[in-house]
């Protein structure tokens, strides 16, 4: 390559570096937005339940996120980076990016088991096919993140890491992804349909919610995978310079979301329940209650005296 066209794709790729890097600060101002939002809420809502798995998950899922933040904006603004440090930065936020991902599909998966009623053949193909979509990916991202190679930096002061090689099989991360999510969306869709299309029995107003929740915020996501894959196998030239463009807003979105329906489906109960939230609380995992447990144990929603024992949680 002469010269001049070494220039050009150099300063190409800086302007690709600096549009990754918007996104990146972008996603981080969302991320931080959101959480004021919501926070009068966690506090209210999330903080006074007692622990149990889902409030682990939801905490884990809320507050990650900010770890990968400080991560991902490390190895886009510290200038003169070492190789090794390059390394680090890129396997650490590849790592925690694939295990949040996982453990905020365990609540949206958990969810979608609750309101097909705990159905029993999903009870055991749920866990099979979240195994079958997840031990793949973490293989798959391995793979990737030992092909990745970084260049040495053309000038002084330079911002960030120069990548210069990846294997394109981060794509199949993201067609996982996109696999698992249009399952989950096809679930609720067929709950939603059968639900609404009984319009004489009435549905519930939380149950109305977590489906229309589980639809649009699985939509959101099939969407954002689809773009991830669509930029790192048919756009092959820019998979270097972009192969991570979406990557952590998605992680945002994506965490954003999952504690949006844990949140809404107590503000939702919260309405909907004739007590408070000290009194009732919503459903086991996905709450907890000090007087006694609310859950989805058939097409509609039933307060304390309905429920036994030995119910099964959310």
Same mark, same amino acid.
Request: with cysteine.
């Given at each position: 390559?002469?010269?001049?066209?070494?220039?050009?794709?150099?300063?190409?790729?800086?302007?690709?570096?600096?549009?990754?890097?918007?996104?990146?600060?972008?996603?981080?101002?969302?991320?931080?937005?959101?959480?004021?939002?919501?926070?009068?809420?966690?506090?209210?809502?999330?903080?006074?339940?007692?622990?149990?798995?889902?409030?682990?998950?939801?905490?884990?899922?809320?507050?990650?996120?900010?770890?990968?933040?400080?991560?991902?904006?490390?190895?886009?603004?510290?200038?003169?980076?070492?190789?090794?440090?390059?390394?680090?930065?890129?396997?650490?936020?590849?790592?925690?990016?694939?295990?949040?991902?996982?453990?905020?599909?365990?609540?949206?998966?958990?969810?979608?088991?609750?309101?097909?009623?705990?159905?029993?053949?999903?009870?055991?193909?749920?866990?099979?096919?979240?195994?079958?979509?997840?031990?793949?990916?973490?293989?798959?991202?391995?793979?990737?993140?030992?092909?990745?190679?970084?260049?040495?930096?053309?000038?002084?002061?330079?911002?960030?890491?120069?990548?210069?090689?990846?294997?394109?099989?981060?794509?199949?991360?993201?067609?996982?992804?996109?696999? =698992?999510?249009? %399952?989950?969306? /096809?679930?609720?869709?067929?709950?939603?349909?059968?639900? +609404? $299309?009984?319009? #004489?029995?009435? !549905?519930?107003?939380?149950?109305?919610?977590?489906?229309?929740?589980?639809?649009?915020?699985?939509?959101?996501?099939?969407?954002?995978?689809?773009?991830?894959?669509?930029?790192?196998?048919?756009?092959?030239?820019?998979?270097?310079?972009?192969?991570?463009?979406?990557?952590?807003?998605?992680?945002?979105?994506?965490?954003?979301?999952?504690?949006?329906?844990?949140?809404?489906?107590?503000?939702?109960?919260?309405?909907?329940?004739?007590?408070?939230?000290?009194? =009732?609380?919503? %459903?086991?995992? /996905?709450?907890?209650?000090?007087?006694?447990?609310?859950? +989805? $144990?058939?097409? #509609?929603?039933? !307060?304390?005296?309905?429920?036994?024992?030995?119910?099964?949680?959310?």
């Amino acid at each position: 390559m002469d010269p001049q066209a070494q220039a050009r794709a150099l300063i190409t790729a800086l302007e690709h570096m600096q549009i990754v890097t918007y996104f990146d600060v972008a996603s981080t101002a969302l991320l931080v937005h959101e959480y004021i939002l919501t926070f009068e809420q966690e506090v209210t809502l999330i903080w006074p339940s007692a622990w149990n798995i889902t409030k682990i998950l939801y905490l884990l899922t809320r507050y990650l996120p900010f770890v990968d933040a400080v991560l991902v904006l490390w190895h886009q603004f510290t200038p003169n980076m070492p190789l090794d440090q390059c390394y680090l930065a890129y396997k650490s936020t590849g790592w925690m990016f694939t295990i949040s991902f996982a453990m905020a599909e365990v609540i949206l998966t958990i969810r979608t088991w609750a309101v097909w009623n705990r159905n029993r053949l999903l009870t055991f193909a749920l866990p099979i096919f979240y195994i079958a979509c997840w031990a793949p990916d973490f293989t798959f991202m391995g793979i990737f993140l030992d092909s990745m190679r970084f260049g040495v930096p053309p000038i002084e002061n330079f911002q960030g890491c120069l990548v210069t090689a990846g294997n394109p099989i981060l794509s199949w991360c993201w067609i996982l992804l996109m696999i =698992y999510e249009g %399952v989950m969306l /096809l679930l609720m869709a067929i709950k939603a349909f059968g639900e +609404f $299309r009984n319009v #004489h029995a009435g !549905t519930p107003q939380l149950l109305a919610g977590i489906l229309k929740d589980g639809i649009l915020y699985y939509l959101y996501l099939f969407v954002l995978s689809t773009i991830n894959v669509v930029i790192i196998r048919v756009l092959p030239i820019l998979q270097h310079d972009f192969a991570n463009l979406f990557s952590f807003f998605e992680r945002v979105i994506h965490a954003v979301l999952t504690c949006r329906v844990i949140i809404n489906i107590r503000v939702q109960a919260k309405k909907d329940l004739a007590g408070s939230v000290d009194t =009732y609380s919503v %459903v086991g995992d /996905l709450s907890t209650v000090s007087a006694g447990p609310m859950r +989805f $144990r058939s097409q #509609h929603l039933h !307060t304390r005296d309905d429920y036994d024992e030995d119910d099964i949680p959310i």
